[in-house]
Each structure stands twice: as C-alpha cells, then as structure tokens.
C-alpha cells in the first residue's frame, strides 16, 4: 500500500496555490511584487487598526533597516502614506493609497477565482469538514508547539523562537516572506 505523508502532501499543496497564485498575479499587483503585496494585504486586512513601521517588522519577522528600505520603495512607488498621528509625533501610521487599493481588489478577485478552483467538485459538507480536520490540525501542531517550548525554556532558545501568533491565528507563511522583502530593500 502507498502511503502518503500528509504533513509532505500538504506542504506541496501550498507550494502548488503559491506557484498558481504567482503566475495569475493581476498585472496591475505585479507592480508591487512578492513582499508588497503580502504588506498591502495585510494592511488592507487592517484597516480599522493603526499600523506602524514596528508592527510591519514583527508581523513578518523583518529588522527595522529592512522594514524601513521596504517601506520607502514601496511609499516611492505610490502604495503607501505615513501619516502622522496626533497623540506620539514619532510614530506615522501607514496608511494604503488608492493606487494600492486597486491592487487590493485585483488581488482578492484573484485569490476567489483560485479558491472556487480549489474546491471544485467538493460538496459543501466535504469542504466544511476539510476546513474542520486542518483547523483540529493546527490545534494539535499548537500544543504541540507550547509543550516544546515549555519544555525548552532556557534563554539560548528563548531567542531563537518564533513569536507567537495573534488570536486571530492568522497562517500566512510570513517567515518565507523575510527573504524576499530583504531582496526587494535592496
């Protein structure tokens, strides 16, 4: 009998969206490349929140040099504003412009297409029940995440770690992502 590992088909799945995705990227986000798009989304997802350059280089594990040269590019290429705000004139909120917006919607009729190909052929219960099995999944890879880190808890590994992710448990696979924002600083 052939087995499969699952952990391995999964991993070539997500490779296999990333690839998809890159190729059917709109034209009008290929502007704003691998790294700026993942930035605009996530500001895009965030709008009722205030994001700052600090909230950048923790959410996808940058150092401030790279989150700053990251930044300017993409304020230079028009997809961004910093404005200041009033409470802390250190601090300027990141704001998407309308140009970026445009991206934003291009990319999102994007993902829905490659979605709705996703699960063609899938019966609702069948997708619903996937979407039950990879959220029990990642519940058992959290704990056991926790009780590895509980049980490494010296300070050489301590700085090693990766941060925790917010309640919103969001998955996007933002350490991948430290590389190519490096690449476009440059």
Do not use: W
């Amino acid at each position: 009998m052939d087995q499969h590992v699952l952990s391995v088909e999964m991993r070539m799945l997500t490779k296999a969206v990333d690839r998809y995705l890159g190729e059917t990227m709109p034209e009008s986000a290929r502007a704003a490349t691998g790294g700026n798009a993942r930035i605009i989304i996530f500001l895009d997802r965030n709008r009722d929140k205030p994001i700052y350059q600090h909230t950048i280089e923790q959410k996808f594990c940058i150092t401030r040099s790279t989150a700053s040269r990251v930044l300017a590019l993409m304020e230079k290429k028009g997809l961004i504003v910093r404005e200041p705000v009033p409470h802390d004139a250190r601090l300027k909120r990141i704001v998407l412009t309308p140009a970026a917006d445009d991206i934003v919607a291009d990319l999102k009729a994007n993902g829905e297409r490659t979605e709705r190909l996703l699960v063609e052929g899938l019966t609702p219960l069948e997708q619903e029940t996937l979407r039950m099995c990879i959220r029990h999944m990642r519940d058992n890879i959290d704990e056991a995440q926790k009780d590895f880190e509980h049980d490494h808890e010296g300070p050489r590994f301590r700085e090693t770690m990766i941060p925790e992710r917010g309640p919103d448990r969001e998955r996007d696979d933002d350490m991948n992502d430290m590389d190519d924002m490096k690449e476009e600083s440059k």
